[in-house]
């Protein structure tokens, strides 16, 4: 398959640790965040979402946080699995009337056996 | 359900050629997004269709056009390609124009020689 990224950031873990991706965003106007996640030569594959006024999302063995104060946003995996091996993108919708997402330059997650 | 489905796979063209990339969503729903993705980049938003017209649009030049059909599928037009068009052109559903998850294609990998 082809490569998603060339030179992402890498986080790299083992399996059974917990995971924990960081994405700063720009717009302080976003009501909107999601966190996808892309395999090589595929789409991406949505997460979990936020909206504005939450600051803590859960789902099935991830966690999102949002900190509107300093624009962050992170992912947690909870025992990370080989197969959540992929890189991850952060996104923002700074649209009005219209989803327009706006991407992170994405995080490359290794999951070592 | 059928997932959102994108043809061709991949294609290549020559700069000053032109191409026409399809994309069917799922099923339910009436809103199109296409995004282009530069190698080991995020994708970024070219534009929105809804309900046939276009309804919000990137930064990308008027010879990136587009269409939506009466049954939610979509077209990508690019004319006048530059080697730079060169990308992964993703197309993305969701239901309704500003709210919803948005469901990627597995995208069509074009190359410009």
């Known amino acids: 398959g082809e490569s998603v990224g060339l030179h992402l950031p890498t986080l790299s873990v083992q399996e059974g640790d917990n995971s924990i991706i960081n994405c700063a965003y720009s717009n302080s106007a976003s009501d909107y965040f999601i966190w996808y996640k892309q395999e090589s030569g595929k789409g991406p594959q949505f997460i979990i979402d936020?909206?504005?006024?939450?600051d803590k999302r859960q789902g099935q063995r991830v966690t999102v946080l949002l900190n509107k104060t300093v624009k962050h946003l992170s992912l947690q995996i909870a025992a990370t699995q080989p197969g959540d091996s992929a890189v991850y993108f952060c996104a923002e919708n700074i649209g009005t009337g219209f989803q327009k997402l706006v991407f992170g330059t994405g995080t490359r997650l290794l999951v070592s056996p | 359900e059928t997932g959102v489905t994108q043809s061709p796979t991949h294609l290549i063209k020559t700069r000053g050629q032109q191409v026409t990339l399809r994309c069917s969503s799922q099923s339910g729903h009436n809103t199109v997004s296409w995004y282009q993705q530069a190698l080991g980049q995020g994708p970024q938003f070219i534009f929105q269709?809804?309900?046939?017209?276009?309804?919000g649009r990137g930064n990308f030049p008027p010879r990136f056009s587009g269409l939506q059909f009466p049954n939610y599928s979509s077209e990508l037009n690019v004319n006048a390609l530059e080697l730079d068009d060169s990308a992964l052109y993703l197309c993305?559903?969701?239901?309704?124009?500003?709210?919803?998850?948005?469901?990627f294609g597995p995208g069509t990998r074009l190359t410009v020689t």
């Open positions: 936020i909206r504005s006024n939450m």
């Open positions: 269709y809804y309900r046939e017209e276009e309804n």
């Open positions: 993305a559903s969701s239901l309704g124009a500003d709210t919803g998850e948005q469901y």
